[in-house]
């Protein structure tokens, strides 16, 4: 009898040491303004800018040019320790239209014990390069600067803060290609995913933050909010309601206008929480998919103010091993 008490003291005792062995990876919870402090206003200018620079030339994935891009984000994964994902390159290859290769870029942010489970966050990093001179203006240069320099901005900040930490979960930081043909990066990188058994728990994808969204400042909506509870996590994070509802006149023919997002495939394959971030207004944009979407669109005050919280809100579902559950899939019509 006393032996089995002492067996159960031990136990008990292991436990504890584990617990303090994760908390000491992560360390001690850090507030808000941890946050604000490491991630600077002017890091955040400089990726929109550097990206949706006429140097850049639209990143375009069929044109030579992307190799700027590619690199450009390469660096920034190097320099804060993100490590590959794939056999020690960033570049996750994959075959598009015909014999055309494009690819996403992945790095991993370690997690405290070899468990195979995954959170992905995610942007796309390409556009639609450079055009005729079709809008009446001497600019030829598809510049995406809100379309989608500002999300590859708020995954990079957010990538570089997480990475100080060991979570539960291992986080992949990917970029996609191909969005604007048709979402095959983050298609083929799901696919890619599912066959070599990586184990994905949900997915987050930022998607054009740069002009506030129905002029509510500091706030973002949720594509398919209702397929998980990260709008709730998020916002309980938060201690507001920082992913706010689209409005009811919008919402009957707003998947007509929207265009598709890149979590959808893994929503489809993994039958996982996905959902795209974002401040795009449809309706009110009307300079999107044109040249006129340059770095002096951006309301950089605001976008980094959103990628601030995002940070925020991502780290404390992390740092607490919060499940993100999904929902009941919607029945098709």
Not at 44 to 66: C, K, P, Y
Not at 123 to 152: Q, R
Not at 229 to 251: D, G, P
């Amino acid at each position: 009898m006393l032996l089995k008490k002492l067996n159960k003291l031990l136990f008990i005792l292991f436990l504890f040491i584990v617990c303090q062995v994760e908390a000491q990876e992560m360390g001690a919870f850090l507030p808000f303004d941890s946050v604000v402090k490491s991630q600077q206003i002017e890091v955040t200018r400089a990726i929109v800018s550097s990206l949706s620079h006429e140097s850049f030339q639209g990143r375009n994935m069929r044109d030579g040019s992307i190799e700027l891009t590619k690199n450009f984000i390469e660096k920034f994964l190097i320099k804060h320790q993100i490590k590959p994902l794939i056999g020690g390159v960033y570049r996750n290859k994959f075959k598009f239209d015909q014999n055309f290769l494009a690819e996403n870029i992945v790095g991993v942010i370690d997690n405290i014990k070899p468990k195979n489970e995954y959170i992905v966050l995610c942007a796309n990093y390409d556009h639609l390069g450079i055009t005729d001179n079709f809008e009446g203006t001497n600019d030829y240069v598809y510049n995406g600067a809100n379309d989608n320099a500002t999300g590859c901005a708020a995954l990079m900040q957010m990538a570089q803060f997480l990475a100080r930490f060991k979570f539960t979960k291992k986080v992949l930081i990917v970029f996609f290609a191909g969005k604007h043909e048709g979402n095959y990066g983050a298609g083929y990188f799901a696919d890619y995913a599912k066959r070599n058994n990586v184990n994905i728990k949900a997915v987050i994808n930022f998607e054009m933050l740069g002009r506030p969204f129905q002029d509510q400042k500091g706030k973002v909506y949720m594509n398919d909010n209702e397929l998980s509870n990260l709008s709730f996590e998020i916002n309980y994070a938060l201690r507001e309601k920082f992913i706010v509802e689209k409005m009811e006149s919008h919402e009957d023919d707003i998947f007509e206008v929207e265009p598709k997002q890149d979590h959808i495939p893994f929503y489809n394959l993994y039958g996982i929480p996905a959902n795209t971030i974002s401040t795009f207004d449809p309706h009110t944009d009307t300079i999107y998919m044109t040249t006129k979407d340059d770095e002096k669109s951006i309301d950089f005050v605001n976008l980094h103010q959103i990628i601030n919280k995002m940070t925020y809100a991502v780290y404390h579902v992390l740092y607490h091993n919060t499940e993100i559950k999904t929902e009941a899939k919607k029945e098709e019509e």
